[in-house]
């Protein structure tokens, strides 16, 4: 059975460790990386005064819509957007972590990783965000599409393969 090659059972309290603590790291490195992807096409897109727009936008998670107004401050709407958005990537880095404990090889994670951003992708623009967070429909599905499955998922794949490696989880499971 060629699948067994790509998954790992059961899973031992060790790859659960690893899965929460890897998985927590790799959020932050791939909620970094969606970040500057998606405040680079924003300013490529919209001009240079829409650099911050990411942030404005998901800081307004937690401060409303008000936040997206020019008037209000730059300052408080980026800080709010940096730490919902990094709370963010880490539950969801967590979350995936713990898949990932389960899978061997990189086709294996990486795939999966970048399959677990497109479904954030449909789960938060076409689920969540129409109810609660409209502002983000504005978005272009297609950078959102990149960002959330390339840039976010493939970068949590390959930085949680990687971290196999180093690990010896990548080890045959005995």
Do not use: C
Not at 5 to 13: A, K, S, V, Y
Not at 91 to 100: L, S, T, V
Not at 114 to 123: H, K
């Amino acid at each position: 059975m060629a699948y067994r090659e790509h998954i790992h059972t059961p899973m031992t309290p060790r790859d659960m460790r690893w899965g929460l603590r890897q998985g927590a790291i790799a959020g932050v490195v791939a909620g970094i990386v969606f970040a500057a992807f998606e405040m680079i096409v924003t300013a490529m897109m919209m001009g240079a005064g829409a650099f911050f727009m990411p942030l404005r936008m998901i800081g307004a998670i937690a401060l409303g819509p008000g936040a997206l107004d020019p008037g209000y401050s730059l300052v408080t709407a980026s800080v709010a957007g940096v730490i919902v958005h990094m709370v963010l990537a880490i539950i969801y880095g967590m979350i995936f972590g713990e898949i990932a404990a389960m899978l061997r090889g990189p086709v294996a994670i990486i795939g999966a990783a970048s399959l677990f951003g497109l479904a954030l992708w449909l789960i938060n623009f076409y689920v969540i965000a129409p109810t609660l967070f409209p502002w983000f429909l504005q978005s272009s599905p297609l950078v959102q599409f990149i960002a959330h499955t390339f840039f976010f998922g493939s970068v949590l794949g390959y930085y949680l393969w990687k971290s196999h490696q180093r690990s010896g989880l990548e080890e045959p499971a005995v």
